[in-house]
């Protein structure tokens, strides 16, 4: 999936910096969002969670039935048109609640690979509403990677929770990546509302938190988030390094280049 942070582009900068010893560590991804980093590790077990119901339901359906996600999803293909995409994204945001989840899973994949940047974006009432994305070939079905993800995601239990259900879940020797929500670079950047609520300076406070104590707990622990000073200030105990990204750096869009990254180790 398409998803806003995804660290698709990093990972030849973030797989150097994973701890030694990794492949034997259970892989804990509080943030999971499009997995990037779980998809490119293939961990022997994970546990991936995330606060997007919708986004957990249709790693579980790839997990599960991956057979029934694929017809769905060759059934989006045949019929694609920008007015086809505007009647599924009704369709999903009336039948989310209830219609069977390799149904819903087709759906969100569908709208994830059509719609404008592949963007996850929510109204006030929890309704899906971005708008069709201008792709001339959206690959809507690609099986042999469904299938791929569906035998990784077989060795993964998936939930849906915040990353604070972590001090109760995270043991010792374990690793654990957090990719949360990025603080913003500056005030008229808003990267941070990714579901209903935002990521506040409230909410980065409370994760240090979390990280701190599973520091104590002997897990291994790598986090990513913007280059601010904020950022800096809450993880000055920890080993801060830069990786540079590419990203959009202004709310518009429009502003893209290289901005730097922190990568916070505790190792
Ligand atoms: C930067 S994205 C992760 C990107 C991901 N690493 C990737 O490669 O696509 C952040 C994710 O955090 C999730 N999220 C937001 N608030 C959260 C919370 N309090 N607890 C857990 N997950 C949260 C969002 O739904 C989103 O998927």
């Known amino acids: 999936m398409k998803w806003v942070g995804g660290k698709g582009r990093l990972m030849t900068q973030l797989a150097p910096m994973l701890p030694p010893g990794v492949e ?42 991956v057979e029934v996600v694929i017809d769905e999803l060759r059934v989006h293909k045949a019929s694609h048109s920008k007015e086809r995409y505007y009647e599924v994204r009704t369709l999903y945001n009336e039948t989310r609640a209830t219609a069977p989840r390799a149904v819903r899973a087709g759906m969100f994949i569908y709208l994830n690979k059509t719609c404008f940047n592949g963007l996850h974006r929510v109204n006030k009432s929890g309704g899906f509403n971005v708008p069709a994305g201008r792709y001339k070939n959206p690959k809507i079905c690609d099986a042999a990677r469904l299938r791929a993800s569906s035998r990784a995601l077989r060795k ?28 913003p670079v500056s005030r008229t950047a808003s990267f941070t509302s990714y579901a209903k609520d935002g990521f506040s300076q409230d909410d980065q406070t409370m994760l240090r938190d979390v ?30 390094d830069i990786v540079r990204a590419a990203r959009a750096i202004n709310s518009k869009g429009n502003g893209r280049g290289k901005v730097n990254e922190v990568v916070v180790r505790n190792y």
């Open 24 to 65: 034997k560590m259970r892989h804990v991804e509080p943030f999971v969002g499009g997995g990037a980093m779980f998809f490119a590790r293939t961990p022997k077990r994970a546990r991936l969670s995330d606060v997007n119901p919708d986004l957990v339901a249709t790693y579980q359906a790839i997990k599960e039935e």
């Open 156 to 183: 993964a239990k998936i939930v849906c929770g915040g990353f604070e259900d972590l001090l109760r879940d995270a043991k010792p020797g374990d690793f654990v990546y957090f990719d949360p929500p990025y603080e």
């Open 211 to 240: 990280y701190a104590a599973l520091d104590k707990r002997g897990c291994r622990l790598m986090l990513s988030n913007s280059d601010v000073p904020f950022i800096r200030d809450l993880y000055h105990r920890f080993n801060i």
